[in-house]
């Protein structure tokens, strides 16, 4: 009784040093998600907006992409990893919205990562001003996704830093297709099943380069990691090793990850066995999300949700893997699944507002939740961004 008395007062007077701002954005969620949903394109009309304006206010003034608008401290530094797969988000959007401003900032986007890549083809972890400065796995494979695109894209200019990106990865894989040597210093430490991801960065660059040689050098790795992974997932189709710091309960969004690597994989080689375990998670996750699209941000080897609140950025994922399996196998909950995600997704966003909250998708929902607490997070807007148009060309199917 007496430690549930202290947290008690313990929130209260975090809640009484907030900015106004951020108190009053929590009363706002405590009160529920409105009502409507904006839709579609509004979603990503104004999301989109938030992600240039994350570029033009990081507070490292680089042309990456700010890692966060924040309630309680505005813009932050820019963010490399997410920074390598905002690119790919900006080029799509560019393209088939016929916007060039979107295409441009993708190339300065990816002309400040070719920048601070090291000389072994590998990125750094962190935020830009972070310390250590070292070579990470995780952020080298998403950062891959952007140089593969940006390679698809804009030209040659990007294709050796992709190869030299690839390279690195393959040549650091363990032989059971682990990554162990060069993980990030601002994660618990172990394996990570969710390396999937990374592995879908050696796709992209197999898909992209035009030595055949090496593409199937790439697919091969990350067939590897796939099937290593797969060792990790339980018979439900939970995983172990799939968390920034929670293993008993790891983020929606890593289990994202994990899901959404292994579907690429898949689409790329039609390893069937891949497929079955991917299909196995998307069951699993399907079946626990609510009518009206709420998803627990945390998911325990029971598939039950330890926390009251949602990961919007995992939610987004999610959807946009189970979108895509819904297409390789038509079954129809999970079609059904990632609509009530994306709605669910959209109701948090406000299409009006100041900037930095204006098309911004908060890590948690309501905000103070226990992901991005009271953070607009640059990767959340851009997986919103990805999977809503996901959702365009289901519903035209």
């Keep these: 009784m007496l430690f549930a008395l ?13 900015p106004a701002g951020a108190k009053t954005e929590q009363r706002r969620d405590h009160r529920g998600l409105p009502a409507d949903d904006p839709g579609i394109e509004a979603t990503e009309t104004s999301a989109l907006g938030w992600l240039c304006a994350a570029q033009d206010f990081s507070t490292s003034h680089d042309d990456g992409a700010s890692r966060h608008f924040s309630l309680v401290s505005g813009w932050g530094a820019s963010y490399p990893e997410t ?10 959007a560019g393209v088939r919205r016929n916007e060039p401003t979107l295409l441009d900032r993708a190339r300065r986007m990816s002309d400040w990562l070719v920048s601070i890549q090291f000389a072994n083809g590998a990125f750094q972890g962190g935020t830009i001003d972070a310390r250590p400065v070292v070579p990470v796995t995780f952020n080298t494979g998403q950062i891959l996704l952007g140089l593969a695109a940006a390679t698809r894209q804009f030209g040659s200019d990007y294709a050796g830093p992709m190869r030299c990106a690839a390279n690195w990865l393959v040549e650091t894989m363990d032989v059971d297709g682990c990554w162990r040597k060069f993980p990030t210093p601002f994660a618990a430490p172990g394996e990570k099943a969710y390396e999937t991801h990374v592995a879908w960065g050696l796709i992209e660059a ?3 380069i035009r030595d055949t040689e090496a593409a199937a050098r790439y697919a091969a790795a990350a067939v590897r990691n796939a099937r290593w992974a797969i060792t990790k997932q339980h018979p439900n189709g939970w995983f172990d090793c799939c968390c920034l710091v929670r293993p008993d309960a790891p983020l929606t969004h890593t289990l994202g990850y994990v899901l959404r690597g292994l579907t690429e994989i898949f689409l790329y080689t039609r390893e069937d066995d891949v ?11 399907s079946s626990r999300v609510e009518p009206d699209g709420f998803l627990a941000g945390r998911l325990n080897e029971e598939w039950d949700g330890s926390v009251e609140w949602a990961c919007v950025t995992g939610s987004a994922q999610i959807a946009h893997s189970l979108l895509l399996l819904f297409g390789e196998t038509g079954r129809t909950p999970y079609r059904d699944a990632a609509f ?3 709605r669910y997704a959209r109701r ?3 299409i009006e507002g100041p900037v930095g909250i204006r098309g911004g998708v908060k890590g948690s929902f309501p905000v103070d939740g226990g992901y991005g607490t009271y953070e607009f997070l640059n990767w959340a807007a851009k997986f919103l961004v990805d999977a809503g148009h996901a959702e365009r060309l289901a519903r035209l199917a």
């Design 83 to 92: 920074s390598g797969y905002i690119v790919p988000t900006l080029i799509d």
């Design 348 to 350: 948090t966003v406000h």
């Design 340 to 342: 009530a995600l994306l």
């Design 206 to 208: 197999a898909r992209t």
């Design 6 to 18: 202290k947290q008690f007062v313990r929130g209260k007077l975090d809640y009484f040093n907030l």
């Design 275 to 285: 497929l079955a375990a991917a299909l196995l998670t998307a069951d699993a996750l």
